[in-house]
Nanobody
Framework: QVQVVESGGGLVQAGGSLRLSCAASGRTFRYYAMGWFRQAPGKEREFVAAISQSGDSTAYADSVKGRFTVSRDNAKNTVYLQMSSLKPEDTAVYYC????????????????????WGQGTQVTVSS
């Protein structure tokens, strides 16, 4: 079992950058694929990015490709989401999630593929 806690959210102007962090508990962090999702008011939770257990494979939603970068540091039990060129439509609560399953590009985009979720961190982009 793993627990995850997000941090790094805040208020930023359009065009700005933020880096989100997700710290995980336990010694088995390296066995989990990690994902980032977001949920805006009145909308369903949507996939943002994911990274495999080793970090050698990543996946991104089309809406963030070229602007967001997911990475991980297994020595620090932490996964990151570097967000650049932020837009007002990026405003949402961002969630980190962990999955013990073998990473595939197709499956990592599904909410139900993940077993453990954090409480979320708010990102607000002003125009």
């Amino acid at each position: 079992q793993v627990q995850v806690v997000e941090s790094g959210g805040g208020l930023v102007q359009a065009g700005g950058s933020l880096r989100l962090s997700c710290a995980a508990s336990g010694r088995t962090f390296r066995y989990y694929a990690m994902g980032w999702f977001r949920q805006a008011p009145g909308k369903e939770r949507e996939f943002v990015a994911a990274i495999s257990q080793s970090g050698d494979s990543t996946a991104y939603a089309d809406s963030v490709k070229g602007r967001f970068t997911v990475s991980r540091d297994n020595a620090k039990n932490t996964v990151y989401l570097q967000m650049s060129s932020l837009k007002p439509e990026d405003t949402a609560v961002y969630y980190c999630a962990a999955s013990p399953r073998r990473f595939t590009i197709a499956q990592c985009m599904g909410v139900n593929w993940y077993d453990y979720w954090g409480q979320g961190t708010q990102v607000t982009v002003s125009s």
